[in-house]
């Protein structure tokens, strides 16, 4: 796993190029505590992962260290996939994945975690699992369904295809296709967007989106209120209603 930090946006790179960025226990295990790191660290405000290499952000979780695993030894694999999956969801800052080719099996539930996707145009995206005798056990028969609806992720889960980054964009699975190589830097943009806005209204967005998902309707509505409510307890609503009647950038 690669760090890197630069100007309030860390760069996270899963860094097992010779397998296409599987992933196995040891990877999610670091990829959790670099979040974690990067969650208390009050410098950083965005976080953007990839992959290394130009071939494949995560062409899935490693095969090869699940052939012989028992279902209790899967029960436990699952289980650290999807809590270092779900501290994405319960980030305060949001998450940019940068899928820089294959995002297959646990590669697309990484992504589908991460709050905001951008495709390279070669980037292949599916949840191949159902060819290998297994469902997706990262979040992927969930998360799939909430971004894209049921009728599409049982298309993806149940033939296990592959679509391109074309076919991902007209089916909301990936929100920009950008040229070959520019994934990142696409990325960076985006993160440049996120980071001349209020901290605490980005933070409170994410998380009364996230929230609002698996409630009612009315029950995310109050939930809004409440978030809506609590902005004005905070400095950056003055700064930011302020500058803008005063014709000038706000400070954040
Ligand atoms: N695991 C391990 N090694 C992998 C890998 C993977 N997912 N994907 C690729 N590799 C390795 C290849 O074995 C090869 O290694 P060597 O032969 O060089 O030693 C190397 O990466 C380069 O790959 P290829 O030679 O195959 O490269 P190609 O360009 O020909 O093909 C490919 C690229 C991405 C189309 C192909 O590698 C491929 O199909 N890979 C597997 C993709 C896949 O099926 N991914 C889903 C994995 S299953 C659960 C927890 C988690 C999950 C499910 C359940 N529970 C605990 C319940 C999640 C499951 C998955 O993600």
Same mark, same amino acid.
């Given at each position: 796993?690669? =760090?890197?930090?630069? $100007?309030?946006?860390?760069?996270? =790179?899963?860094?097992?190029? !010779? #397998?296409?960025?599987?992933?196995?226990?040891?990877?999610?295990?670091?990829?959790?505590?670099?979040?974690?790191?990067?969650?208390?660290?009050?410098?950083? *405000?965005?976080?953007?992962?990839?992959? %290394?290499?130009? /071939?494949?952000? #995560? %062409?899935?979780?490693?095969?090869?260290? @699940?052939? &012989? @695993?028992?279902?209790?030894?899967? *029960?436990?694999?699952?289980? +650290?996939?999807? &809590?270092?999956?779900?501290?994405?969801?319960?980030? =305060?800052?949001?998450?940019? %994945?940068?899928?820089?080719?294959? %995002?297959?099996?646990?590669? +697309?539930?990484?992504?589908?975690?991460?709050?905001?996707? #951008?495709?390279?145009?070669?980037?292949?995206?599916?949840?191949? &699992?159902?060819?290998?005798?297994?469902?997706?056990?990262?979040?992927?028969?969930?998360?799939?369904?909430?971004?894209?609806?049921?009728?599409?992720?049982?298309?993806?889960?149940?033939?296990?295809?592959?679509?391109?980054?074309?076919?991902?964009?007209?089916? $909301?699975?990936?929100?920009?296709?950008?040229? !070959?190589?520019?994934? +990142?830097?696409?990325?960076?943009?985006?993160?440049?967007?996120?980071?001349? /806005?209020?901290?605490?209204?980005?933070?409170?967005?994410?998380?009364?989106?996230?929230?609002?998902?698996?409630?009612?309707?009315?029950?995310?509505?109050?939930?809004?209120?409440?978030?809506?409510?609590?902005?004005?307890?905070?400095?950056?609503?003055?700064?930011?209603?302020?500058?803008?009647?005063?014709?000038? /950038?706000?400070?954040?």
């Amino acid at each position: 796993m690669l =760090t890197e930090k630069d $100007g309030g946006v860390a760069l996270v =790179t899963v860094n097992r190029p !010779q #397998v296409l960025n599987a992933l196995n226990r040891e990877v999610l295990l670091k990829l959790r505590k670099v979040l974690e790191e990067l969650e208390s660290s009050p410098d950083i *405000r965005v976080v953007i992962i990839t992959g %290394a290499g130009d /071939k494949s952000f #995560v %062409a899935g979780a490693d095969i090869a260290g @699940m052939v &012989e @695993m028992t279902p209790d030894d899967a *029960r436990e694999f699952s289980r +650290l996939g999807h &809590e270092t999956f779900g501290f994405i969801d319960a980030m =305060t800052k949001p998450v940019i %994945a940068a899928i820089n080719g294959y %995002a297959l099996g646990g590669g +697309l539930e990484l992504a589908l975690a991460c709050d905001i996707r #951008v495709a390279a145009e070669n980037a292949r995206l599916g949840q191949p &699992e159902v060819g290998l005798g297994i469902i997706p056990g990262f979040g992927g028969t969930q998360r799939l369904s909430r971004l894209v609806g049921p009728g599409r992720a049982k298309d993806l889960i149940l033939t296990g295809r592959t679509v391109t980054a074309g076919e991902a964009l007209s089916m $909301g699975l990936v929100e920009y296709v950008v040229p !070959q190589g520019e994934a +990142l830097s696409f990325a960076r943009r985006v993160a440049s967007q996120i980071l001349e /806005k209020s901290p605490s209204a980005v933070t409170r967005a994410k998380s009364a989106i996230n929230r609002g998902l698996d409630i009612p309707l009315e029950q995310g509505l109050r939930l809004e209120e409440e978030e809506f409510s609590l902005c004005f307890s905070h400095p950056d609503q003055k700064e930011g209603m302020r500058a803008f009647l005063e014709k000038r /950038k706000p400070r954040y």
